[in-house]
């Protein structure tokens, strides 16, 4: 069992920076597939950016080049960096956890992320 608890959301003004941090209470080292999803009203929860346990990372589209993903799986801690932030960012933003054997999947409480002026 995983439980995933996500922090660091808030308001930031257009352009600028959060770092979304997704602590782990049990282990997401090899077996787990890690990423950040995230819903805005009205709208279907999308993937956002996904990272393999060999440190292989994939982006949507509208965050490529503003957004960076990375692991630490001795603590274990997933990261979102988010720069150069946009109007259309905001949404509530959930970590996700997969196992690639069992399939077995966790996700988070989330956190929700403004961006307005």
């Known amino acids: 069992q995983v439980q995933l608890v996500e922090s660091g959301g808030g308001l930031v003004q257009p352009g600028g920076s959060l770092r979304l941090s997704c602590a782990a209470s049990?282990?997401?080292?090899?077996?787990?597939?890690v990423g950040w999803y995230r819903q805005a009203p009205g709208k279907e929860r999308e993937l956002v950016a996904g990272?393999?346990?060999?440190?292989?990372?994939n982006y949507a589209d509208s965050v490529k080049g503003r957004f960076t993903i990375s692991r630490d799986n001795a603590n274990p801690t997933v990261y979102l960096q988010m720069n150069s932030l946009k109007p259309e960012d905001t949404a509530v933003y959930y970590c996700?956890?997969?196992?690639?054997?069992?399939?077995?999947?966790?996700w988070g409480q989330g956190t929700q992320v403004t961006v307005s002026s």
């Open positions: 049990g282990s997401i080292g090899r077996f787990y597939g």
């Open positions: 990272i393999t346990s060999g440190g292989s990372t």
């Open positions: 996700n956890a997969r196992n690639i054997i069992t399939r077995d999947e966790y």
